[in-house]
């Protein structure tokens, strides 16, 4: 059964790094973990994705374990614009079937 | 570029009304997602296609869920008969190469039941 855990909320100041983890059991061996972001009226949207290790772009880091049961999404010094919800998007795959499961979501609120 | 584009933004209908819900996908994109949002289920994956085949109906509810993609451009998500539980954001999203590559999502549908 595909299970993500992500942390109902956090609360962070201005300029402060920001470290939201999801959970995964079951996770597919062979497949990515993605994060979105979604602000509130609009579609989810895609800010990093990695299989291993740490991967990081212009907005933020992605550190993943080796036994990928879990994957941290780090955002430097964040801003009130970051305030959202952060979402992980994880492959699940067993009995044949194949499922993208997105955790219930973290809400940001980033504090002036 | 356009991205994804779903219409209508919002749909007030009463109960028992067919809904149509339409999404056109990002030009060149080969699959495509139709998920439902409300607060007490999150973001659930409804059905998505490759190539305009349904791969994947799981997610789909009840038989009063139906979706088609007749072509590379265009997609609906039908409920018929609508009910009050139905009541939800529904998102279409596109992606290139595969159905775990970044997804570009809509802006989404407001559905309300009555």
């Known amino acids: 059964l595909a299970k993500t855990t992500q942390p109902i909320s956090m609360d962070s100041y201005e300029g402060q790094e920001v470290n939201i983890t999801c959970s995964h059991n079951n996770i597919a061996t062979n497949d990515y973990i993605t994060w979105y972001q979604q602000f509130p009226s609009q579609g989810p949207r895609f800010i990093i994705q990695?299989?291993?290790t740490k991967v990081t772009n212009e907005v933020a880091s992605l550190f993943i374990p080796a036994d990928r049961k879990s994957s941290t999404l780090s955002l430097p010094r964040v801003s009130l614009s970051d305030t959202a919800v952060y979402y992980c998007l994880v492959p699940y795959s067993g009995a044949g079937s194949y499922q993208l499961t997105f955790g219930k979501g973290t809400k940001l609120s980033v504090i002036p | 570029d356009a991205g994804v584009i779903q219409s209508p933004r919002h749909e007030v209908t009463e109960m028992g009304q067919e809904v149509t819900l339409r999404c056109k996908p990002i030009?060149?994109?080969?699959?495509l997602f139709w998920y439902r949002q409300t607060m007490m289920r999150g973001l659930e994956l409804l059905i998505y296609?490759?190539?305009?085949?349904?791969?994947?109906d799981s997610g789909m509810p009840e038989d009063r869920f139906s979706a088609k993609m007749p072509n590379a451009s265009f997609s609906t998500l039908k409920i018929q008969p609508s009910e009050p539980r139905d009541s939800a954001v529904y998102f279409c999203?596109?992606?290139?190469?595969?159905?775990?590559?970044?997804?570009?999502f809509g802006d989404g549908t407001r559905l309300s039941i009555l």
């Open positions: 990695g299989y291993k």
């Open positions: 030009s060149g994109h080969d699959y």
């Open positions: 999203a596109s992606s290139l190469g595969g159905e775990n590559q970044p997804q570009h």
């Open positions: 296609f490759n190539n305009n085949v349904p791969i994947d």
